[in-house]
Nanobody, 131 residues
Framework: QVQLVESGGGLVQAGGSLRLSCAAS????????MGWFRQAPGKEREFVAAISWSAITYYADSVKGRFTISRDNAKNTVYLQMNSLTPEDTAVYFC?????????????????????????WGQGTQVTVSS
């Protein structure tokens, strides 16, 4: 059974940084893509960042240059380093993973930002950025 557990959220002032972690268990972590999504109050959940099994990274335009996604396969953990945070980054952050072993190719990568690509989700961690 695949389990994802996020941690690292909290309250931070605008301009500050946080690092989120997502620990995975239940299968071979290194074979699968990992994604981060977020949901702000009253808004739809949206894509933030993703990293393929081969460590190719993808970002939403709103976080490009400020957030960095990475993975440590030895620790079965994916990270989201968030810098230069603004109040607009306030949301519950979720990590997710898919069911495609070593996914690759143009069609796969074209869908890596879509929520429907991911089969397993964590419970989320709250990030609040004060102005």
């Amino acid at each position: 059974q695949v389990q994802l557990v996020e941690s690292g959220g909290g309250l931070v002032q605008a301009g500050g940084s946080l690092r989120l972690s997502c620990a995975a268990s239940g299968r071979t972590f290194s074979n699968y893509a990992m994604g981060w999504f977020r949901q702000a109050p009253g808004k739809e959940r949206e894509f933030v960042a993703a990293i393929s099994w081969s460590a190719i990274t993808y970002y939403a335009d709103s976080v490009k240059g400020r957030f960095t996604i990475s993975r440590d396969n030895a620790k079965n953990t994916v990270y989201l380093q968030m810098n230069s945070l603004t109040p607009e980054d306030t949301a519950v952050y979720f990590c997710a993973t898919d069911d495609t072993v070593k996914g690759s190719g143009g069609y796969y990568y074209s869908r890596i930002k879509l929520q429907g690509t991911y089969n397993y989700w964590g419970q989320g961690t709250q990030v609040t950025v004060s102005s």
